[in-house]
């Protein structure tokens, strides 16, 4: 497949990771449809424009049908070059004293809202045989995420369905990555309700970086890429020790009142 300008389509755009690929999109000439939850979005296709390229905002929840089917819509039918499936939410604190509706919304976001939107985009792709698609996973989908329960879960699903996906598609000219960051510097531990965890306090990786990465991961066209040396190792190790033990461990980073002082 050659390499070339187009459109690429980056989700959870307005912030944080998904800000940092759209950029890197856009550093590439890619010209943008970029999707979020929120207004900021509105005020993020500023900067992607004057980078040189056309963008357009859509503010819609990808945690329903119908704020997918309103991205799909904005694309016109023109064809995708780039599909970044980057949307997720976090969620904090006991499994059991989470709000039902807040665990829902983080399956929807991160599970639901993304594999519609891959099928609709991946269909269209397959069609012209010709396209790429990262997924953002997370290293948290190696280990049980005691107090990110729910998350980790997730996160569990985005990795096996990337690698799966993959696999699918290894006789097409279309290429399936999943960007496995460990925690990034975002504003995600803030939503999440975690800044009284150790893992919500302490030094995180930068999101221009981890963006960067995963951008020239997919470009590559290679399968998956963990973010950071330090994450490697977790990774790995992840891979090793007992789920018991795993699931203690995150327990001394996410329970809250971990935060160091």
């Known amino acids: 497949m050659d390499d070339k300008s187009g ?4 989700t959870g755009a307005s912030s944080g990771i998904g800000y ?33 390229v056309n963008a357009e905002p859509v503010e819609a929840d990808l945690s329903t049908a119908e704020g997918v089917e309103k991205l799909y819509v904005a694309l016109g039918g023109r064809p995708v070059e780039l599909l970044l499936a980057n949307a997720g939410r976090g969620l904090g604190h006991a499994f059991l004293d989470q709000e039902v509706a807040d665990i829902r919304h983080v399956i929807d976001t991160n599970i639901t809202g993304t594999i519609l939107l891959v099928h609709r985009v991946g269909r269209d792709m397959r069609l012209r045989n010709s396209g790429r698609i990262l997924f953002t996973g997370s290293i948290a989908g190696f280990m049980p995420g005691s107090f990110q ?7 569990a699903f ?6 799966a996906l993959r696999n699918e598609l ?14 990034t510097d975002t504003e995600f531990f803030e939503r999440a309700e975690m800044m009284d965890t150790k893992v919500g306090t302490e030094e995180k990786m930068d999101a221009a970086k981890v963006a960067r990465i995963g951008f020239d ?13 330090s994450n490697k190792i977790q990774a790995a190790m992840a891979h090793l020790l007992p789920a018991g033990m795993l699931a203690e ?3 001394k980073e996410a329970e809250p009142g971990t935060a160091e002082g």
């Not at 991961?217 to 040396?229: D, N, S």
């Open 7 to 10: 459109l690429a389509v980056v």
């Open 20 to 52: 940092e690929l759209a950029k890197c999109c856009a550093a590439a000439g890619y010209d943008l449809v970029v999707a979020a939850d929120e207004p900021e979005i509105a005020a993020a296709v500023d900067d992607f424009r004057a980078m040189g």
């Open 149 to 155: 329960a729910v998350y980790n879960a997730t996160k």
């Open 158 to 163: 985005v990795d096996s369905f990337s690698w």
């Open 170 to 183: 290894k006789d097409t000219d279309i290429t399936v990555t999943c960007l496995m960051p460990g925690p």
């Open 217 to 229: 991961a997919m470009m590559k066209g290679e399968a998956g890429v963990v973010a950071g040396f």
């Open 249 to 251: 461990q995150h327990r």
